[in-house]
Nanobody, 128 residues
């Protein structure tokens, strides 16, 4: 059974930075496409960033327009971990951030329905 555990959330002032981590259990991490999504209470979960499987060009990344140029997704297959480096944070980035895994390559920007496994989330709170 695949398990995803996020860490790194917290309270930060606007303009600051945080790095989220997601540790994935199992031996087939490199075969998963990984993504980050976020959700504000009362709103739908939205896509943030994704990185493809190694076999489908591990440098292939997708970003939501709202975070492009500020957030960077990366993966360390030796550590079974995917990261989300968040810079120049804004109050509107406040949300619960979820790590997700898809069992196969991504052919375009994903939505939550193509992801197969989810973590429980970590809260990011950006104060103004």
């Amino acid at each position: 059974q695949v398990q995803l555990v996020e860490s790194g959330g917290g309270l930060v002032q606007a303009g600051g930075s945080l790095r989220l981590s997601c540790l994935v259990s199992g031996r087939t991490f490199s075969s998963y496409a990984m993504g980050w999504f976020r959700q504000v209470p009362g709103k739908e979960r939205e896509f943030v960033a994704a990185i493809n499987t190694i076999s489908w060009n591990g440098d292939n990344k997708y970003y939501a327009d709202s975070v492009k140029g500020r957030f960077t997704i990366s993966r360390d297959n030796a550590k079974n971990t995917v990261y989300l480096q968040m810079n120049s944070l804004k109050p509107e980035d406040t949300a619960v951030y979820y790590c997700a895994a898809a069992t196969g390559p991504l052919y375009n920007m994903p939505n939550e329905y193509v992801m197969d496994h989810w973590g429980k989330g970590t809260l990011v709170n950006v104060s103004s």
